[in-house]
Nanobody, 124 residues
C-alpha cells in the first residue's frame, strides 16, 4: 500500500489550501485515514482523522478552520485548510489504517502506512 500526498505550498496568513492523499496498491479495505503534521522543532501531531463511517475528529488548534473529507471510491482523503496561520507551517503527512488481502479476498492483516508528506508554509 502506498500513499501519495500532494497540494502543499506557500500561502499567506488568512489564506486557504487543500492537500490530498491517495492510497494505491493491493488492500482489502481502508478503515481510517488521517493527517498529521511535523513543524520544525516540534513533535508530530495528529491534525485530523476520518473513518470509513465518516466519523471525524480534529485537533483543537484546527477546529473550525480545517475540514477533512474522503472519497472512498478513489481511496483519497482531503484536508481543506482555511484561515491559515503561520503556526500551521509544517510538513503534513497522511496515514492510512486498513486491512490487507486474505484468502479469497477476505480481510487480511491490519496495516498502518505513511505517505511522504507535503510541505505547507504560511507566511505572515
Amino acid at each position: 500500500v502506498q500513499l501519495q500526498a500532494s497540494g502543499g505550498g506557500l500561502v499567506q496568513a488568512g489564506g486557504f489550501l487543500r492537500v490530498s492523499c491517495a492510497a494505491s496498491g493491493s488492500f482489502h479495505s481502508i478503515t481510517a485515514m488521517s493527517w498529521f503534521r511535523e513543524a520544525p522543532g516540534k513533535e508530530r501531531e495528529l491534525v485530523s482523522r476520518i473513518t470509513n463511517n465518516g466519523d471525524t475528529n480534529y485537533a483543537t488548534p484546527v477546529k473550525d478552520r480545517f475540514t477533512i473529507s474522503r472519497d472512498s471510491a478513489k481511496n483519497t482523503v482531503y484536508l481543506q485548510m482555511t484561515s491559515l496561520k503561520p503556526e500551521d507551517t509544517a510538513v503534513y503527512l497522511c496515514n492510512a489504517d486498513g486491512r490487507g488481502v486474505g484468502k479469497g479476498w477476505s480481510p487480511g492483516r491490519y496495516f498502518s502506512v505513511w505517505g511522504q508528506g507535503t510541505l505547507v508554509t504560511v507566511s505572515s
